[in-house]
């Protein structure tokens, strides 16, 4: 046993500290000389593994954790909690039949971060102590937040260390977080002087991105509209809008990062309401997805009438709702 691979959702908080989690359990379990090699994983393709799977999982031990399901026997370890973990029902129930220890999927977990670390303690006699408060995973992947105010002020070291992650940094530094998060706390990590000056570039740009959401947002029937697209920049945070404007119930924002276009809704998570649209069935619509409370529809292209017309239709649904 020589080499690890861990395959796991990037640019994202849960999916970077789910790595960190089975980078731990894999120095207990095969010792230091295991060489752990991380590629984080996009949601670009229809298919993340490509045409033959076998041939994607390169390791000697292969690891995907807070990403999509693949049946390819090489696949030794699986953690997920995403509704969209299958490609297709065929996968689902090839998951189902594997009936594989080494697999698991909640789809009510909150972050995969916690339940792999509660997996793999329970089933497979994980006994780190904690480098890291996984609580963490849970209050943001899950959106447990009390107002608006703390995941868009980022007063806490794991606040700012997302929005760092969300704005897509390099694949080095991100891995180098990794590394970092199998042995300190977040805010050991944080203090890192090469992940301290990405975390206040981060938080420079998010600061400068807020106002630009207040001089553009257009509101009607609780519902903004927010165009983004000449900033050219990932990682907005998705909670600035209900920042600005409590009476909010649902936000459309387009953004324009590197050559494609999205048009990403959410709702307000904090608007008292009666029965709300599962977006990531309104984005289906448009032949995007997501999440219940937020969701994308991505566009290939710039095309900006393609791009209007489909938050135009979005925003009008979302005003129906809304009554
Ligand atoms: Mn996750």
Known sequence: ?????????????????????????????????????????????????GANHAAFFDGSINAVVDFRYSPASSLNWWCDHHHTAFLSEEDR?????????????????????????????????FDGADAVDLSWADRIDGAQFSSPKEPVELESPALRLMQLLESAPSWELEQRIITLLMERNIEAVEAAADVRQAVSNAVAQHTYTI????????????????????????????????????????????????????VGLSRNPWAERGQPLDLATL???????????????????????AVDRCAAKIAERLRMVDG
């Open 1 to 49: 046993m020589d080499s690890a691979h861990v395959y796991y959702h990037g640019h994202c908080f849960d999916g970077v500290l789910s790595a960190a989690v089975i980078a731990r359990f894999f120095r207990q379990r095969y010792g230091e000389r295991c060489r752990i090699a991380f590629r984080g994983m996009t949601h670009r393709n229809r298919d993340p593994y």
């Open 93 to 125: 129930l090839a998951f189902e039949r594997g009936d594989n220890p080494q697999h698991c999927f909640d789809p009510a977990a909150p972050s995969c971060a916690a339940l792999l670390d509660r997996f793999l303690r329970d089933n497979h006699g």
């Open 211 to 262: 106002s630009q959401v207040a001089e553009r947002m257009k509101v009607e029937h609780g519902v903004a509209i927010v165009d983004l697209r000449d900033m050219a920049q990932v990682g907005i945070n998705r909670y600035i809008p209900y920042y600005l404007s409590d009476e909010l119930h649902y936000a459309v924002v387009l953004s324009a990062p590197t050559g494609r276009s999205k």
């Open 283 to 305: 984005a289906a619509e448009f032949g995007g997805g997501g999440h219940a409370a937020a969701a994308a529809v991505v566009f290939a292209s710039e095309d900006r009438a």
